[in-house]
């Protein structure tokens, strides 16, 4: 099967699936978030927009914040990183920290997988990273460190090889993201950020 229709078929049942979980009201205003990320922000694989339920919403609110101020989705080859750059670059702080606390508040079904890599390669890379993020993946408030297990695969994947390349984290206000940019040094490959996705996805 050609990819990009695996990866339609998986978006259309996980359309099902989310139909069967409780649907929280879109808050008047914010529809346009929906428009990207689906009905109860369960993600869109076909245009690159991610799962946002269960993300922490001090994570969502910094994220957005950054994207605002330029500190995320400047670099030319981060595309959808420019398009929430201009997204949310006119939203005040009170609607951020609106959309940031609607999204803890959304329920949509876990996102199948759709990469392949070595489990158990992804394993040895993780134990690095659970110093921030937890054995679980289940992140760390007070390290400033985001929930890894609820994100699509294929999106963990993206932002591994963003941080790699030096797409993401470069900006010297953007403490967090210098300090994940260090930290994905144990990411050499688009290999190694296959193998821990695939890790990090099956985290409980």
């Not at 993600?43 to 994570?59: F, H, K, M």
């Not at 079904?109 to 659970?130: F, M, R, S």
Request: with cysteine.
């Amino acid at each position: 099967m050609h990819v990009k229709t695996l990866l339609f078929s998986l978006f259309m049942a996980s359309l099902g699936h989310s139909a069967q979980a409780k649907e929280t009201p879109t808050p008047a205003g914010l529809e346009y978030c929906t428009v990207c990320h689906g009905s109860q922000l369960m993600g869109n694989v076909n245009i690159g927009a991610p799962r946002l339920t269960e993300l922490s919403s001090w994570y969502v609110e910094r994220q957005l914040q950054n994207f605002k101020l330029g500190k995320r989705g400047a670099h030319p080859a981060d595309k959808t990183g420019g398009e929430m750059m201009l997204m949310v670059g006119k939203l005040s702080d009170e609607e951020i920290a609106e959309i940031a606390d609607w999204v803890t508040q959304t329920v949509s079904t876990k996102p199948e997988a759709v990469i392949e890599g070595d489990i158990h390669l992804g394993e040895q890379q993780y134990q690095a990273c659970a110093a921030c993020h937890g054995e679980s993946g289940q992140g760390n408030k007070v390290l400033g460190a985001p929930k890894l297990n609820g994100l699509n695969d294929w999106y963990l994947v993206t932002q591994l090889n963003h941080f790699r390349l030096g797409y993401r984290g470069t900006d010297k206000s953007d403490i967090y993201g210098q300090q994940m940019k260090a930290a994905s040094n144990v990411v050499l490959s688009e290999e190694d950020a296959a193998n821990l996705a695939t890790y990090i996805y099956q985290l409980k």
